[in-house]
């Protein structure tokens, strides 16, 4: 499940429904069960688990529907399962983002769906940042073994997969 796409929004509602706990007033606790308790109403659902369309459905009434912010943080979108469907998940990560008081920051590996989804001038490469401290620190270990300086002067740039998008 963690690595699915229907565990990746489970976790997204959990975490939100989570944040609006502590300020459990009458309108955020309220929104919450109007949205999430939605299919308790209907015995025929009773006994299985939330779709995938379900979740997707609950998070974004969840978020659109309350004043409060949210900022959600998701680490290797490339990995969920199944990958046939990365084009429809970066979709939906764009859709959600697009609310005014959603922000998202999204790592993945610069595959076509994400790399047609995602703008690029929100994309960050996180080894052209580090670049130059990988360098050095590469360096100060080659230099202690006492041999292999030569070896660090073939240490060249070749960028990585991947990348970190915010919304």
């Not at 300020?23 to 939605?38: M, R, Y």
């Not at 084009?87 to 922000?103: C, D, G, H, Q, Y």
């Not at 292999?148 to 915010?166: A, D, H, M, V």
């Amino acid at each position: 499940m963690q690595k699915s796409r229907e565990g990746l929004l489970r976790h997204l509602l959990h975490s939100a429904v989570r944040s609006l706990l502590p300020n459990a007033g009458g309108d955020h606790l309220d929104a919450a069960k109007s949205v999430c308790g939605q299919r308790r109403l209907s015995s025929s659902h009773n006994q299985r688990a939330w779709t995938y369309d379900e979740l997707w459905g609950m998070l974004f009434r969840l978020v659109s529907c309350l004043n409060t912010r949210f900022f959600f943080l998701v680490d290797a979108l490339d990995e969920c399962d199944p990958q046939d469907l990365h084009r429809e998940l970066a979709e939906e990560m764009t859709k959600i983002s697009s609310l005014p008081n959603v922000k998202l920051c999204v790592s993945c590996r610069p595959w076509i769906p994400f790399v047609l989804e995602f703008p690029s001038d929100r994309t960050t490469y996180l080894d052209r940042l580090t670049y130059r401290d990988m360098e050095l620190y590469i360096g100060r270990r080659l230099a202690a073994t006492g041999g292999g300086n030569e070896l660090c002067s073939e240490f060249r740039y070749q960028p990585r997969t991947e990348r970190t998008t915010s919304f």
